[in-house]
């Protein structure tokens, strides 16, 4: 099954206000679509990481993937990203946005299109191609965060506020049951790093109670505390959290917290998808003891498959896992619930964004995918189970062209629409 054409169309998705450790999101978020057409006409999708970097990836890879057998995965991969140890990656995730290897990112786009392409020849669904279901049902979790007024999208493009602003501990907490109103979910991640720690964590006290013992909670502000601050969040937090999610930066920084909770006797599990974002991270997270739960991610990681053998490891080495997300769209929920349904060590409900993303803005035929009492249901239609609205990538590509953000920039965000004098520091507090 030769592949005959490569087709890559950079897109722009309206996404709110949302604040982070990094700033804040920008009106539009940027994917990557990628078509693989089959020598039999026959259309394979996947989506990754947008932006102009990107694009410029995707050109370098073409003479690589076009004319390559679709089942060739492994020398593609070669092709693209070689065998060089990646050792030192968790190093540049600390910095501004998308700062991992453009490859690997490329990879993954085309090995979730590849996948779609041989699943839609031979009928059946990409969960059977990467050893077939565990479950039917995958969890996923509600993905809070601080945000400001507004829908996303600009002028006479901008989006409904569908979900108000939250600033507050009460903002946060209406917020929760919106979407747990409306999605089911089962368990609840707050994004922090926003406000003073003293504020966040009066926000997580504030979600128990109105959410009761049985919701899973986890609070994950992108390393913007110190060793000290992280400790004293996760003892003020001890009955209530999960897993404290990338409290702090760094590999070294992880191990000391761990060590330090240690010492006052609680075992509060650390998860990551910023110290931890390759196979090459894990050897040194684990002589840190840095690290309980990996959340993995087939775009950085370097597709199912990969994620699939992380599933195998994390289950031989004790660790947990669970699944990290960006901004994103349809194509990437799904490629996510179909190795989540062939991985039988999946401990934890996965991370979406996708709830911020607006109906207008998916390109699948029928609109956006159903999330119902918190899970996304496994498709058994063939390939990733979804067909392209053509008309709806297009004006994807237009919001593109038209809105002039080349590159993910929270910081320049946060200094145009919160304060000039805004400056990224980390950790902040
Ligand atoms: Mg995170």
């Not at 140890?85 to 998308?98: C, K, V």
């Not at 929760?176 to 922090?192: D, E, N």
């Not at 240690?262 to 509060?268: H, I, K, N, P």
Request: aromatic share 6%.
């Amino acid at each position: 099954m030769r592949i005959a054409e490569l087709n890559v169309t950079p897109i722009a998705i309206a996404d709110p206000p949302l604040l982070n450790s990094n700033g804040l999101h920008q009106p539009y978020a940027l994917r990557t679509i990628v078509e693989l057409v089959g020598e039999d006409g026959i259309s394979g999708w996947g989506e990754c990481a947008g932006g102009r970097r990107m694009l410029d990836a995707f050109e370098g890879s073409r003479q690589h993937v076009v004319g390559r057998s679709a089942f060739e995965l492994t020398r593609l991969q070669l092709a693209l990203t070689g065998n060089a140890p990646d050792a030192t990656q968790h190093e540049t995730l600390m910095g501004r946005m998308n700062p991992l290897p453009a490859a690997r990112r490329v990879f993954s786009g085309v090995e979730v299109a590849a996948l779609h392409l041989i699943g839609k020849s031979l009928g059946v669904p990409v969960c059977d191609l990467l050893g077939g279901r565990v479950r039917d049902r995958v969890p996923f979790s509600a993905y809070l965060f601080y945000k400001l007024a507004g829908g996303g999208g600009e002028v006479d493009d901008a989006r409904d506020d569908e979900w108000g602003e939250a600033l507050t501990p009460d903002g946060v907490v209406a917020q929760a049951q919106a979407m747990i109103t409306r999605y089911g979910f089962g368990s609840v991640k707050l994004k922090a790093g926003a406000f003073p720690p003293d504020e966040e964590i009066a926000a997580m006290l504030v979600l128990r109670n109105a959410l009761g013992p049985d919701v899973p909670l986890r609070i994950d502000p992108n390393a913007a505390w110190t060793v000290d601050t992280s400790v004293a969040v996760a003892l003020a937090l001890a009955e209530t959290l999960e897993y404290l999610e990338d409290p702090t930066p760094g590999m070294a920084g992880m191990g000391e917290v761990h060590d330090r909770l240690a010492a006052e006797g609680l075992r509060m599990p650390l998860a990551t998808n910023m110290v931890v974002t390759a196979f090459d991270d894990i050897p040194e997270s684990l002589r840190l003891r840095a690290v309980d739960v990996i959340l993995g991610d087939h775009h950085y990681w370097g597709g199912l498959r990969a994620v699939s053998h992380l599933g195998t490891l994390c289950h031989t080495l004790g660790l947990g896992l669970s699944m990290h997300s960006n901004s994103h769209l349809g194509i990437s929920l799904l490629a996510m619930t179909h190795v989540a349904a062939a991985t039988p060590h999946l401990t934890y409900a996965c991370d979406t964004h996708y709830p911020w993303q607006h109906e207008a803005d998916e390109i699948l035929v029928g609109g956006k995918v159903p999330i119902v009492d918190g899970a996304v249901v496994v498709p058994s239609t063939p390939g990733l189970g979804i067909e392209i609205d053509r008309d709806a990538l297009a004006r994807g590509r237009e919001r593109f062209e038209r809105g002039g953000i080349a590159e993910r920039d929270d910081v320049s965000e946060m200094q145009r629409r919160v304060d000039p004098a805004w400056q990224h520091i980390q950790p902040r507090w």
